[in-house]
């Protein structure tokens, strides 16, 4: 079967347009597999159909059509699924189109997005930025959750600060998550700890890394190594400051060092 993204902009909303439309497909044997309102004046439809010629007719003919504007068609993007699935596009960087933007108030949306990385097979690396306390961790947690996968930790100040020098077991597996935290890694001065993290980065599987500009300082990777960017956010308008980020973890290790002392195995 094949699938196909359909979007349209209405000319004209006059009764009946979306059921001429569904008239039409039906016709042409082609199913309706989800159908929304994507932005103002605009729907997406994902379509299915057994044969291409299908597409290739209903795309003939509906372009015809005075009363709407086709504005893509085409195979499905992960946008195209999760436009159609949540009712609105993920917004992306203007200059940078790997960059993601998300708010707190989208973390649905944002984990949907992750996990559909997640599913993904071989090597991925994801950046993640955001202010403490934004939910970037519990968002990876949850999307591997979602994506049936399971994650682990190399470096993180999530409950206390852990910092990874091997792995165990099954933790070698390519269907993990490897999850590390950019500004922890970047101070640590365990040189079996870094030795894990290049071995990790060279393994075809996801990565997802915390802090990302800050991981590539004094390292031998880049920010254009990074398959996606996302950037998380309280409001729109909040602006993603490393020097409060770096304030915040060293008083988080400090304090968790006279509590409970870090992890480090």
């Known amino acids: 079967m094949k699938e196909w993204y359909f979007e349209y902009e209405i000319q004209v909303n006059r009764p009946g347009l979306l059921g001429d439309i569904a008239s039409l497909l039906g016709m042409l044997r082609v199913n309706i597999v989800t159908i929304n309102g994507v932005d103002q004046g605009r729907r997406g439809m994902l379509l299915r159909a057994e044969h291409d010629v299908q597409l290739e007719r209903f795309e003939q003919i509906v372009s015809t059509i005075e009363t709407i504007a086709v504005k893509k068609f085409r195979e499905p993007k992960l946008r195209d699924i999760l436009a159609v699935r949540h009712g609105r596009y993920i917004q992306r960087d203007a200059d940078d189109r790997n960059t993601f933007r998300f708010v707190r108030d989208e973390l649905g949306l944002l984990v949907d997005f992750m996990a559909e990385i997640f599913k993904q097979e071989g090597h991925k690396l994801v950046g993640l930025r955001g202010m403490p306390r934004v939910g970037k961790t519990e968002s990876i947690v949850a999307a591997s959750v979602s994506a049936n996968k399971k994650?682990?930790?190399?470096?993180?100040?999530?409950?206390?600060?852990?910092?990874?020098?091997?792995?165990?077991g099954d933790e070698h597996n390519a269907n993990n998550i490897f999850i590390l935290d950019g500004i922890v890694t970047r101070r640590s001065s365990d040189e079996r700890h870094m030795q894990l993290v290049r071995e990790m980065m060279r393994m075809p599987t996801i990565k997802v890394v915390e802090h990302p500009d800050m991981f590539v300082q004094q390292s031998e990777y880049s920010i254009e190594d990074f398959d996606y960017i996302i950037e998380l956010r309280h409001h729109p308008d909040e602006k993603i400051t490393y020097e409060v980020l770096e304030k915040n973890n060293f008083m988080d290790d400090k304090n968790q060092a006279d509590m409970f002392g870090g992890f480090n195995f």
């Not at 994650?151 to 165990?168: A, G, Y």
């Open 151 to 168: 994650w682990i930790f190399l470096s993180s100040t999530m409950i206390k600060q852990t910092v990874r020098n091997q792995l165990m």
